[in-house]
């Protein structure tokens, strides 16, 4: 399944939405798929709560945080390389 991606302005795999955020799920899935099955649901049985309330509880983080925790990532992958 593909979807429209707001935030990325392009067409993404569900795959990509499930596991964007290390292996957790995007925080704006549940607003995105909701027209195409029962994502809430589908989240219940595949995360647990301690992973759902990282996902979805709290403020969500600016595009600056984003930013720098994609180039922290960058610079992991460049270590281990």
């Known amino acids: ?5 707001i935030q990325m302005g ?3 795999e569900f795959s990509y939405c499930m596991s964007v955020n290390d ?4 925080r ?5 798929w909701q027209d195409r099955f029962h994502i809430e649901r589908f989240l219940e049985l595949k995360f647990n ?3 759902l309330k990282k996902v979805f509880g709290g403020l969500p983080k ?3 945080q984003r930013i720098a925790e994609y180039l ?6 460049d270590k281990e390389v």
């Open 1 to 5: 399944m593909e979807i429209y991606c």
């Open 10 to 12: 392009s067409i993404i």
């Open 23 to 26: 292996g957790l799920p995007c």
């Open 28 to 32: 704006n899935m549940v607003g995105c």
């Open 49 to 51: 709560e301690e992973e």
């Open 62 to 64: 600016n595009k600056l």
């Open 72 to 77: 922290n990532r960058i610079k992991q992958l």
